[in-house]
């Protein structure tokens, strides 16, 4: 907690929990490949007073590091292609971002938002009055790394014998959670998988068709 003048309580210091990452995967073999990613991060503020206004919360960032490959369909050669990042999407403009952003605001819709408080409140207003009185709840965070998959579209097509990887990298605060997504659309079958840890390209490859 930090003090103004006249030792006025301005801000709260927000506490965490160890977050939970809770992965779905999309219908096997589907339309497109790929899970959806929800992060729970229970949170809690204490009630700073009257004269609270703000927040601090923990440092948030949600790194991805993407690789291509395009497949051998003759046997099991493959070819990396193009990779992406590392890219913090908590910095973005994007969902992934602005769920983290929108922290405050979001509690509404959790069942420990009083129901004497605005249910549609500003995010300043929201924040200002989690400081002010103190509230525990789930922030959720939400991602749905996908890709297309010609096999099972409305008119199917040929497996495009492709493979992406995600490498994640998410810290809430002192917590990372390292996971790989690994999607495959090939002529010797699909593949969604979510690994624990993270992979390079070496050890990706023992997973490929």
Not at 41 to 55: D, L
Request: charged share 15%.
């Amino acid at each position: 907690m930090f003090f103004g003048e006249r030792g006025v309580a301005m801000s709260c210091r927000m506490h965490i929990r160890e977050p939970v990452l809770n992965v779905q995967p999309y219908s096997q073999h589907g339309p497109v490949l790929g899970h959806t990613l929800e992060l729970v991060i229970r949170a809690t503020v204490p009630a700073g007073g009257r004269f609270a206004s703000r927040i601090e919360a923990p440092p948030f960032s949600w790194w991805e590091t993407i690789t291509h490959w395009t497949l051998n369909a003759a046997g099991t050669q493959w070819v990396r292609g193009q990779v992406t990042g590392p890219v913090d999407q908590a910095q973005g403009n994007n969902n992934t971002a602005n769920f983290w952003r929108d922290r405050y605001v979001n509690a509404v819709d959790d069942p420990n938002w009083p129901h004497n408080w605005p249910r549609n409140p500003s995010h300043a207003q929201a924040e200002s009055l989690i400081a002010q009185n103190g509230l525990g709840w789930s922030i959720r965070v939400y991602d749905n790394p996908g890709m297309n998959n010609p096999r099972n579209q409305r008119t199917p097509g040929s497996p495009r014998n492709l493979a992406r990887s995600v490498a994640f990298a998410i810290r809430v605060g002192p917590y990372l959670i390292r996971k790989t997504q690994l999607l495959v659309s090939s002529s010797r079958g699909d593949r969604q998988m979510f690994l624990d840890g993270t992979y390079d390209a070496t050890n990706i490859a023992q997973y490929l068709p």
